[in-house]
């Protein structure tokens, strides 16, 4: 306790920083698990991204390989298709990241009120679960959900006496087909988020808020919302980092090879498939990855920015 | 305010965290010294070495080692564990090393197999390869393979270097003057890819004779639509690869002379014809057959011969053309007679035909020496040994039939050279799969009395008539100098699909389309710059 007490102590130390590191020994341990996580999943194979400046071959390995300059950046840029697919992947991600979460928020706060604890505990485990259903099943799950041929919704809509829309074959309906599946899968995670911000809402606040007569609606209005504010930001700023990096997965198998559809469903990382599944060419593959990580770099360091110029207290750093 | 922002900063990072692991993952691959791969047996070590025949009694083969055998394939589940048990003992005592299976399987083989080849630590040694459906040249360009020096060869594959040699066929597997894989170009095989369709459904749709062209096939397949109630024509998981989709590569066959060109790793370059080997057919961006193409396909897709998400679908098409649940097969010759055409047959009343593209206009091409072939792993400890037991795979009679039979008490071969399976043999529980595509030999062979010989044989003596061989075993293209193939790669998988299953109101718009993207991500530009490369060699 005393230890944790310390570490929320954010006026200018008077102590050196090895004092400092003594007095949050037991916070600092704890973080040595992602340190070293993050130290040797991101930071040691960071020199790595070499390999997009350079013709690489398997003898040379990273760094023996001939270096290229910026030739295998030249592809995506050349493509044409450069515009359609920013454009695409960010869209995605916006829906993703504003629809997710406000879908979260709003299953948190329904929690929340729920006086059944084990309602909740439930309710919280199945919504979980889709989460860890590989992107093959959901794909497998969808098409036959809604295929033309004997899907169970064309059935159902059918047997009912409406017609289905030819969803595999319209690139302006699929986008909804592709937005409700990640919902379904990240929703229940992203709950967890917001649950536990709302627990760690001051509960005296509620308890006075309820003395002077406010109702549920009001509570959460004036007191559960401004209080999630801090949260919706960070996830924000987490969030846009990935503005340009597509979930694979989730798209390659909702859609394959299905080119009808890639008008509205393309994105960076299912036309780099495509373009190099047949040359199958690291260096670019990789070239596109940095290209992707430095643009979302940017974004994070612009948004943090803006955010710190707003309300200092919210930023990242 | 501060402490939540820190505990959610925490939260934040765990979730953050699972996004990190889709980053960048390559890693070095140089020179690791690894010495997994001569793990020591120890049993039969002592007397072992001398054990060889007399070719490499001059070999020191005291150690015993294992050798790593990276094919493709499904793990099997029958009995392939047994047999490599059984051949390890052969090869123990012959040259003192065992092999060791590492399996790509189908699913998502093209892009794993490259990986194996790029992530190698001295962990492979016997490599299958070939240079038309895995890329045996990128591989070798980028340095997956061991260059092969001739005294290498002469020394540890003797009988192997010889009959090669004799035929002449090193020359197809040089890259700069070096040897860097051995042709399986002994053994017999027709790979030229068709339409399998039920016999007995054609004559009931009036064709007497079968299907022998696109219209014929179109007859059958309304037949197929109208008679069978259950059935889907052709029920094809319509994904794509290499640029070709449904018919899009046999039409292409079917109506001109073109031939198609290995290599560039996307199949839009085919050659004017035989006797012009430095032209590449305009096909694609000119001319009315493309077009008829697609319009054919719209008609076909509109008349419900396939599903109408064809290109979401992912059925097992030959399973279904088992149960009579899709009119045809598409697959090449070697599977008609040795796999489809044989089970079929084990129903009463059906019979399987074959109608190989390229039929109407006699445009036909052999195997490629090099449809299969094995490397040795760039990094092996033990080419030498790999090499050996390679001499013996394609050679010994008794490990060859172990490999490619399975079990010698299964079957007898009689004196015409005809293996006959025993009565309770059950191929699914009993056989063996060690997918050996690298260096099966006729001399060697077999005629397995499962399979049908007889429509074959008809087939095959069609195919002499007109077949041409492979006339580009000598062209491997430089495609550093070729900066457009991926940005065409997306063309072609982006609109191959559409046009050949028909998914447009509009085909011959769709085919202007095509067209125009092709031209934009720099088609003619590859042309040209194939055709030069072309010229090099041809010219």
Redesign the interface.
């Known amino acids: 306790m005393k230890a944790s007490r310390a570490a929320y102590d954010y006026r200018p130390s008077q102590h050196g920083f090895l004092y400092r590191l003594n007095q949050n020994k037991v916070l600092l341990l704890m973080c040595v698990p992602a340190i070293l996580f993050f130290l040797f999943f991101s930071y040691v194979p960071m020199p790595g991204a070499y390999v997009a400046f350079t013709n690489f071959n398997y003898n040379g390995g990273i760094f023996g390989s001939p270096f290229v300059g910026l030739q295998n950046f030249e592809f995506l840029f050349t493509s044409g298709q450069l515009a359609q697919l920013l454009r695409n992947t960010v869209l995605y991600n916006l829906a993703f990241i504003i629809l997710g979460n406000i879908l979260q928020m709003f299953i948190a706060i329904l929690l929340n009120e729920v006086m059944c604890k084990k309602f909740v505990k439930v309710t919280q485990s199945l919504m979980f679960l889709p989460y860890f259903i590989s992107a093959v099943l959901v794909g497998l799950l969808v098409y036959n959900m809604i295929n033309a041929d004997y899907g169970f919704l064309t059935n159902l809509v059918k047997s009912m006496g409406g017609e289905m829309p030819k969803l595999y074959s319209d690139p302006n309906t699929f986008p909804i087909v592709i937005v409700i599946a990640k919902l379904w899968q990240s929703t229940g995670y992203g709950t967890v988020v917001y649950f536990a911000a709302i627990c760690g809402i001051d509960a005296s606040m509620m308890e006075a808020a309820k003395v002077d007569g406010a109702n549920g609606f009001q509570r959460i209005r004036y007191i559960t919302l401004p209080c999630l504010k801090g949260t919706v930001i960070i996830l924000f700023l987490f969030a846009i980092g990935g503005i340009v990096k597509g979930d694979f997965g989730l798209f390659y198998n909702l859609v394959g090879t299905n080119s009808v559809l890639y008008s509205t469903t393309d994105i960076i990382e299912t036309y780099v498939y495509r373009c190099m599944m047949n040359t199958f060419n690291f260096s670019q593959g990789s070239a596109v990855g940095l290209f992707q990580s430095v643009f979302g770099f940017a974004l994070v360091m612009v948004a943090n920015y803006v955010v710190k110029k707003l309300d200092p207290d919210y930023s990242l750093f | 305010?501060?402490?939540?922002?820190?505990?959610?900063?925490?939260?934040?990072?765990?979730?953050?965290?699972a996004?990190?692991?889709?980053?960048?993952?390559?890693?070095?691959?140089?020179g690791s010294g690894d010495t997994a791969s001569t793990a020591d047996g120890g049993d039969g070590a002592g007397d072992a070495g001398d054990a060889g025949d007399a070719g490499n009694a001059a070999i020191d083969t005291s150690e015993h080692v294992v050798v790593n055998y990276l094919t493709l394939g499904d793990i099997p589940t029958n009995q392939t564990d047994a047999a490599v048990v059984e051949l390890n003992k052969m090869l123990t005592e012959k040259v003192n090393a065992e092999i060791a299976i590492r399996w790509i399987e189908w699913t998502d083989w093209?892009?794993q197999y490259?990986l194996a080849?790029?992530s190698?630590s001295g962990d492979l040694d016997l490599i299958v390869t070939a240079t038309d459906w895995l890329?045996a040249w990128?591989n070798a360009?980028?340095?997956?393979f061991l260059p092969l020096t001739e005294e290498m060869l002469q020394t540890y594959a003797p009988k192997t270097w010889e009959q090669v040699d004799a035929l002449g066929h090193w020359e197809d597997c040089k890259l700069d003057d070096t040897i860097y894989f051995i042709p399986e170009d002994t053994y017999t095989q027709w790979i030229n890819h068709g339409v399998m369709y039920r016999e007995d459904w054609a004559t009931e749709a009036g064709l007497a004779d079968g299907v022998h062209s696109f219209e014929d096939l179109a007859v059958y397949f309304q037949w197929v639509k109208d008679n069978q109630p259950d059935c889907v024509p052709w029920d094809v998981a319509?994904?794509?690869?290499?640029?070709e989709?449904g018919f899009s590569g046999g039409w292409w066959s079917s109506y001109t002379d073109d031939i198609n060109i290995d290599g560039f790793?996307?199949n839009i370059f085919r050659a004017e014809s035989a006797d012009d080997l430095t032209t590449i057919s305009r096909y694609l961006l000119e001319g009315d057959e493309f077009v008829n193409f697609a319009k054919t396909m719209k008609e076909w897709s509109d008349a419900g011969y396939w599903?109408?998400?064809v290109?979401?679908?992912?059925g097992d098409t030959r399973e279904e053309f088992y149960s009579g649940l899709s009119g045809i097969d598409q697959h090449h010759t070697e599977t008609y007679y040795t796999t489809v055409a044989p089970e079929m047959q084990k129903r009463t009343g059906v019979d399987v035909g074959f109608f190989f593209f390229g039929e109407e206009t006699d445009n036909l091409v052999r195997t490629v020496t090099t449809h299969g072939a094995m490397a040795i792993g760039?990094q092996s400890q033990n080419p030498e040994r790999a090499l050996m037991i390679y001499d013996l795979m394609r050679f010994d009679q008794e490990v060859y039939d172990i490999m490619n039979y399975g079990f010698s008490d299964n079957f007898t071969v009689d004196e015409n050279n005809i293996l006959t399976w025993a009565d309770d043999y059950d191929s699914a529980t009993e056989g063996v799969t060690f997918n050996f595509w690298a260096g099966r030999n006729d001399e060697m062979q077999h005629k397995n009395s499962t399979f049908a010989w007889e429509p074959y044989e008809a087939l095959v003596e069609v195919y002499d008539q007109v077949a041409i061989e492979y006339p580009f075993g000598k062209f491997i293209p430089d495609?550093?100098q070729m900066?457009w193939?991926?940005?065409l790669?997306?063309v072609a998988?982006?609109?191959?699909?559409?046009i050949a299953f028909g998914?447009t109101d509009d085909p011959e718009a769709l085919v202007a389309e095509f067209r125009q993207a092709l031209k934009?991500?720099?088609y003619e530009e590859a042309i040209a710059e194939a055709e030069r490369q072309l010229a090099e060699i041809y010219g």
């Not at chain 2, 305010?1 to 965290?17: H, Q, R, V, Y």
């Not at chain 2, 996004?19 to 140089?30: E, I, P, V």
């Not at chain 2, 998988?493 to 559409?498: A, E, I, L, R």
């Open positions: 305010m501060k402490k939540k922002i820190l505990a959610l900063l925490l939260a934040g990072l765990m979730a953050f965290s996004a990190a692991c889709g980053g960048d993952t390559t890693s070095s691959t140089g093209a892009t490259n080849m790029a190698q890329d990128p360009q980028k340095g997956a319509g994904s794509v690869t290499s640029g989709a790793g996307i599903r109408e998400d290109m979401n679908y992912k760039a495609k550093t900066p193939l991926e940005n790669s997306a998988n982006t609109y191959m699909p559409q998914k934009d991500a720099g």
